[in-house]
């Protein structure tokens, strides 16, 4: 099933939002809820997987807040090809699943946030936006499964946490190994913020551990970035496990 709103002619550009899940209930639900919040459109919602991917590539929202466990594709199947096909869309997961696999694997896919469905209307709400500002979130226990998942793998390698990846032989995929070493080493400072973006603090709350602007703070998260070679906050979340 497919449900679609006609387009809303606005100047202000609100955030264009599709909700992807299969029960109907808590679909019209997350709707009804995001869509009395100002500068938010609900442009649609889909039941599954491959009416996601269809309905995102006719209606470009700039936000899609994604189940995972759904019938014909999947939202890991979905949010790989939505993210492949329009890279100004950014995925929201918000499903009930916690396991190790099913993070990584949206993360691996394209997500730039994972929630769990046991999340409080104002966090899904800080995060569908904080996404469409171009941020990543994680959940606390997501961020916390991702470092303790990183480390393993580490130890499994037979890698000290800080081990230097080997450079690629094609220096235009170097930028995403995960394990490389910046170029540049972090400052006191960067380190203590980058710890703070892999407990899923957004830039407000880091703002308010370090006692620095938040606007200070996502300078401060950009050159981490740049030197780490990450290109969102949830791959930071994983170098920074990486070098635990």
């Known amino acids: 099933m497919v449900e679609a709103s006609p387009d809303a002619a606005s100047t202000d550009a609100p955030l264009r939002l599709l909700i992807v899940d299969d029960q109907p209930l808590i679909r019209r639900g997350l709707a009804l809820m995001l869509a009395s919040e100002a500068g938010i459109e609900v442009v649609g919602q889909a039941a599954d997987g491959l009416e996601a991917i269809a309905l995102a590539t006719a209606l470009l929202?700039?936000?899609?807040?994604?189940?995972?466990?759904?019938?014909?594709?999947?939202?890991?199947?979905a949010t790989r090809e939505i993210t492949r096909q329009l890279s100004a869309t950014r995925v929201v997961v918000l499903t009930?699943?916690?396991?190790?696999?099913?993070v990584f694997e949206a993360i691996r896919a394209g997500a730039h946030a994972y929630l769990l469905k046991d999340a409080t209307e104002q966090e899904v709400l800080d995060t569908v936006r904080a996404v469409h500002r171009g941020e990543?979130?994680?959940?606390?226990?997501?961020?916390?499964?991702?470092?303790?998942?990183?480390?393993?793998?580490?130890?499994?390698?037979?890698?000290?946490?800080?081990?230097?990846?080997?450079p690629a032989a094609d220096p235009a995929h170097s930028s995403n190994a995960i394990g490389t070493e910046p170029r540049e080493p972090l400052t006191d400072r960067e380190a203590r913020i980058l710890?703070?973006?892999?407990?899923?603090?957004?830039?407000?709350?880091?703002?308010?551990?370090?006692?620095?602007?938040?606007?200070?703070?996502?300078?401060?998260?950009?050159?981490?970035?740049?030197?780490?070679?990450?290109?969102?906050?949830?791959?930071?979340?994983?170098?920074?496990?990486?070098?635990?």
């Not at 200070?216 to 780490?228: A, D, G, Q």
């Open 61 to 77: 929202p700039d936000v899609v807040v994604m189940d995972l466990q759904m019938p014909r594709a999947s939202g890991v199947v």
């Open 96 to 102: 009930t699943y916690d396991d190790d696999e099913r």
């Open 136 to 166: 990543s979130r994680l959940s606390p226990t997501i961020a916390r499964k991702v470092m303790e998942q990183f480390r393993a793998i580490s130890l499994k390698a037979g890698l000290p946490p800080t081990a230097t990846a080997e």
């Open 195 to 244: 710890e703070l973006v892999a407990q899923g603090l957004s830039n407000k709350q880091i703002a308010a551990a370090v006692f620095l602007a938040e606007g200070t703070v996502k300078n401060y998260v950009s050159r981490i970035m740049e030197k780490l070679h990450a290109s969102s906050r949830v791959e930071l979340a994983l170098r920074a496990g990486q070098r635990r």
